[in-house]
Every structure is written in C-alpha cells, then in structure tokens.
C-alpha cells in the first residue's frame, strides 16, 4: 500500500519561496507518476504539477508555471514542489499525490494522497 508524507509548508510572505516535500514508501517509487494538488477554502481541489516516473518530464498549470517547479529523487523515494515568487492566492492545502502509470498526468481521482500540508502567503 502506498503511503505518502507530505512536509515543508508553513506561512510566508508575498514573494517568498517554499520548498515542499513528499516522501513515499509502501511500493516500488519508479513506477509511480507524481502530482502535487491544492486546495483553497471553499474551493475544489486543482492539479499544480505532476512528474513522470523517471522525472524526464513534467507539467504545470498555467497558474503556476514558471513559478514552481517540480523534481523527484528516486533514491530518496521523494517528490518535490520548488515554490517561489509566491502569492496570496497560492494559499492553500497542498496534497501530494501518486498514481501507477507512464503517463506524466493523472486525475484527482486516480491518485493515492497524502495528509496533505498547509501553504499560507499572507503579509
């Protein structure tokens, strides 16, 4: 079963970056698409970035591209979210996400989650 840890949110100011963590165990990490999703109070939850399995490509939503910035280490069995030149609108749960494939993108509802971190940009 897989399990995933996300970690790295907290509150920041407008501009500020944040780097997110998300570490998976219960299988084998290199067969695994990652995706990271937010949520905003009152709002349904949005992809942000999704990572192929052997981090050779990736996509963003438009709200975020060129802003962050996804990677994996499979050594280390985690996924990253490289967030900077943050806004308040980027405030919100982060989720980590997993789903077996060799695409680079998968839905919400394919997905092994995570707890999920909070991202508040607030000055």
């Known amino acids: 079963q897989v399990r995933l840890e996300e970690s790295g949110g907290g509150l920041v100011q407008p501009g500020d970056s944040l780097r997110l963590s998300c570490a998976f165990s219960g299988r084998s990490f290199m067969g695994y698409a990652m995706g990271w999703f937010r949520q905003a109070p009152g709002k349904e939850r949005d992809a942000v970035a999704f990572i192929n399995w052997a981090g050779t490509s990736t996509s963003y939503s438009g709200s975020v591209r060129g802003r962050f910035t996804i990677s994996r280490d499979n050594n280390k069995n985690t996924v990253y979210l490289q967030m900077s030149s943050l806004k308040p609108e980027d405030t919100a749960v982060y989720y980590c996400?997993?789903?077996?494939?060799?695409?680079?993108?998968?839905?919400?509802?394919?997905?092994?989650w995570g707890q999920g971190t909070q991202v508040t940009v607030s000055s």
């Open positions: 996400a997993a789903h077996q494939t060799i695409a680079v993108t998968f839905r919400a509802d394919q997905g092994t």
